[in-house]
């Protein structure tokens, strides 16, 4: 992979694609993801243009008081291992190094003693709406199972790709950094930086990826949701496994190919979701690949290390399921834990309890705005597929934490 931060390739992706800076990715993850990416899944999930706000803006100061009824019902042990696993990331990081080092001192501790750990160390804020609201969209994610070879086969003829050697990245924060977390991608054409392929030039009978082929599987509409998700366990024919995660993206914002099928008549708004458009492809297999085309964005993939217990999410560590979940990590700090006040998937049961920030996607954006991770396979997928819900967020935050605008 080419990386380029020269003001020169700079210049020119300003030129040529300066809409990567501003536009907001309206997509919905339906067919992430950080998740993530449903009215398809999350196809009503589209953020609405917010005026420029401050580094964790949204977050007010409040009680715990608050949430006391939830954490008291909260079974907290099953939580506190993926708080460990943030601070595996967040211990070298001044504001959470304290905490972190108090945490690995707690050993095998009790729901009890949990709650004070947190009560002691940790201030309390309420994640807000940019409009004041708050409460957001609540959606679901999870890692499928899908079946590949590493080589092509007659039953394995859909790619996974990994980053190609053509792709350029410029990290936008090195050169300006009010632009922290904006990055530009393209590719050379002689001298000249062009915005990258779109899905449907990757796509086509000329192959232009040949030779950057990771694994192949045997389902185009699996693959698709896969790149939604960012993750995902591939399974040989021999019984081996591997793991996939999310390496790369070729720069063009994400489109929902569930709203797609709804502009053009194909499936009704209130009946969209993951399950209903693999169901419509299984009898439009002509159409799948025009419909897939709408969403330009290609994610590239790496395989993961062998023994993890789960997906590598954003910030660097395994998430756990029902304990992990993708937020704007422009308004909530990655490795945070937060809790969330939300229901079950298309039921009043309330889910209520302490999670971990430690994910990010496409289609996840604003104050409050989470994508749960359910975990691997076919219950997980269909979790996550029906979730839509609204829901309330509260972020703990160390006592010494300093917010960027009070530098």
């Given at each position: 992979?080419?990386?380029?931060h ?23 993850q ?8 449903e ?32 954490i ?20 070298k990081k ?7 080092k108090?945490?690995r ?19 309390l ?32 003829q ?28 393209g ?26 082929e990771?694994?192949?599987?045997n ?6 949701f ?21 390496a790369?993206?070729?720069g063009?914002?994400?489109?929902s ?34 419909f ?5 964005s ?6 993961l ?5 789960g997906p590598?999410?954003?910030l ?7 304990r992990?979940?993708?937020?704007d ?28 920030a ?15 991770y ?34």
């Open positions: 992979m080419i990386k380029n020269s003001f020169l390739i700079f210049l020119s992706l300003l030129l040529i694609s300066c809409d990567a800076i501003n536009v907001k990715e309206t997509d919905c339906c067919e992430e993801i950080q998740v993530t990416k009215e398809s899944i999350k196809c009503e999930a589209f953020p609405e243009e917010e005026e420029e706000i401050s580094q964790y803006g949204l977050l007010k100061k409040t009680e715990w008081q608050a949430v006391d009824s939830i008291d019902r909260d079974h907290l042990s099953l939580a506190w291992p993926a708080w460990l696993q943030s601070c595996n990331a967040l211990v001044q504001v959470w190094t304290e905490v972190c108090a945490s001192l707690l050993m095998n501790p009790s729901d009890s003693e949990i709650k004070q750990f947190f009560y002691h160390h940790f201030f804020y309420q994640a807000l709406q940019n409009s004041g609201k708050e409460e957001g969209l609540i959606t679901g994610y999870y890692q499928p199972l899908l079946k590949g070879s590493r080589k092509k086969t007659g039953k394995h859909v790619p996974l790709y990994a980053p190609p050697s053509d792709l350029v990245i410029v990290d936008l924060s090195e050169i300006y950094p009010d632009l922290k977390y904006k990055r530009l991608r590719r050379l054409e002689g001298n000249k930086l062009i915005p990258y392929l779109t899905r449907e030039e990757i796509s086509e009978n000329a192959y232009p990826l040949k030779g950057q990771l694994l192949w599987v389902d185009p509409v699996e693959a698709f896969l790149e939604i998700q960012g993750s995902g366990v591939i399974a040989f024919e021999d019984g081996s496994r591997t793991q996939v995660g999310y790369d993206q070729n063009h914002p994400y489109r190919m569930g709203r797609e099928l709804i502009h053009k008549g194909e499936l009704s708004r209130h009946k969209v979701s993951m399950q209903s458009i693999k169901a419509w492809a299984k009898k439009n297999k002509a159409k799948l690949q025009k897939m085309n709408a969403n330009p290609v994610v590239f993939f790496r395989e290390p062998p023994g993890l217990p590598i999410g954003a660097g560590v395994p998430i756990t399921a029902e992990s979940v993708a937020v990590r422009r308004f909530i700090p990655l490795g945070a834990p937060i809790v969330l006040s939300t229901t079950q998937p298309y039921s009043d049961k309330p889910l209520e309890q302490l999670m971990v430690q994910d990010t996607g496409g289609a996840i954006g604003g104050g409050v705005r989470v994508d749960y359910w975990g691997q396979g076919d219950y997980a997928g269909k979790k996550a597929g029906s979730m839509k819900q609204q829901g309330k967020v509260w972020v703990l935050l160390p006592k010494t934490f300093i917010f960027p605008d009070s530098k």
